[in-house]
């Protein structure tokens, strides 16, 4: 096993291999998502310089951006103390919401208890990932 | 049921009841640390202006800085397109860490594929929590 191998399989995944990765943007450090990894996700994040994801939904490894194109190039990954979350700087080709916004936290709670939306839409959904969604 | 109790029971909540927050210095954006609230956590956050957590470890409800003193009073809350991840923006008393650094996330992978730490420690942890850790 080599060094990379070996802090991959030194973290800390759940009961389902998993650990949360938290997005940022690397030029302004926006928050811009957060999605599961497994080892494998990891190798082939750092392996090929795009975030791929382990997708709990469909069961399947993918990679952000294969369907829409808004791919995110891999700048900088870090582990916390406790090894159990990554953090990962990248490079955002558009936006890495499937809602259309820069950001999927594009909601604020109102002090009506309500969450509103902050931010404008940078693309049409429709547009992109076709009318069936 | 008011509205704000209505906000926090539509979030999407794993099936130990918990969703993980992303923790934000409000004032330059850096990513603190990521922990797990349950609904209960959430509404105890924003009643009382400071974040609360669902440890999993200790199987109990706290307060961050309930033992060190450090603090987060929130100034934002976000939630992000799935409904199932939280963003909360806060001004952090002195650290995050428990191991002495600002930030949980202090380590960087090198080209190496090993993790250096990237960051100066801004307290003692043994000065704070004690010689029992």
Chains 1, 2 share one sequence.
Request: proline content about 2%; overall charge negative; charged content about 25%.
């Amino acid at each position: 096993m080599d060094k990379l191998e070996e802090t991959i399989a030194g973290l800390k995944y759940d009961e389902q291999g998993l650990i949360p990765a938290v997005i940022v943007d690397a030029e302004n450090k926006q928050v811009l998502m957060l999605a599961y990894m497994n080892a494998a996700a990891l190798a082939e994040t750092i392996r090929t310089g795009n975030t791929h994801f382990w997708s709990r939904s469909r069961g399947r490894l993918w990679m952000k951006g294969e369907a829409s194109g808004h791919t995110q190039q891999v700048q900088a990954v870090y582990a916390d103390c406790d090894a159990d979350t990554l953090l990962i700087e990248v490079i955002q080709r558009k936006a890495a919401c499937h809602e259309g916004y820069r950001s999927c936290f594009y909601r604020r709670l109102g002090r009506d208890g309500a969450w509103e939306v902050i931010a404008e839409k940078v693309f049409e959904p429709g547009d992109v990932y076709g009318k069936s969604g």
